[in-house]
């Protein structure tokens, strides 16, 4: 009974990822443990990051906190979703995790709770929006970014090696602030 209870668990979690329109119409769990609708950024784009404490690339906290600073006002929503899936490098847990990331990065932007992104049993937004961007778009590793527009539509994504101020990023943002 457990497994057939599983099997229609997995298959509803694919079949809501496959039927979503856009990624307002996914919720993520915020580090606090309440719900975290995405509906609520509505009309703004969205960069959405799996990201990890003990990564070589978790410096780009840094970075993703002064894009966060420096397109909020203009609209902007950063948001990590902490995640164990690649090289264990996502030991910690909910409070440990915004502690690390206020304390050594000065972190100020929506974090989800620590969360699978990739494979199978990624949560939803990630099944949908790695399908979206492709077999190459999926995350393969920490501090994969997917950038949405202000109607919640896919519009790119940024390898892990692509810093978040970096031209093409910063760039891709300018575009869809304006539309």
Request: aromatic share 12%; glycine share 10%.
């Amino acid at each position: 009974m457990h497994i057939i209870l599983s099997i229609m668990v997995a298959l509803m979690t694919v079949a809501t990822a496959q039927a979503a329109d856009n990624l307002y119409d996914f919720t993520l769990t915020g580090l606090d443990g309440k719900p975290l609708p995405l509906e609520q950024f509505k009309g703004h784009p969205v960069l959405l990051v799996n990201t990890a404490s003990e990564c070589g690339f978790t410096p780009q906290f840094e970075g993703l906190e002064k894009l966060w600073e420096s397109y909020k006002d203009k609209g902007l929503i950063v948001i990590g979703v902490p995640s164990n899936d690649f090289g264990g490098q996502e030991p910690g847990v909910g409070q440990e995790i915004a502690t690390f990331c206020q304390r050594n990065y000065g972190v100020t932007f929506p974090l989800a709770d620590k969360s699978v992104v990739s494979g199978a049993d990624a949560i939803p937004v990630y099944q949908w929006a790695s399908a979206k961007a492709g077999a190459l778009g999926a995350p393969h590793w920490n501090f994969h970014k997917y950038l949405f527009g202000k109607d919640g539509k896919f519009v790119d994504w940024f390898a892990s090696t692509t810093e978040p101020q970096s031209e093409k990023i910063v760039a891709a943002v300018d575009k869809v602030l304006k539309t």
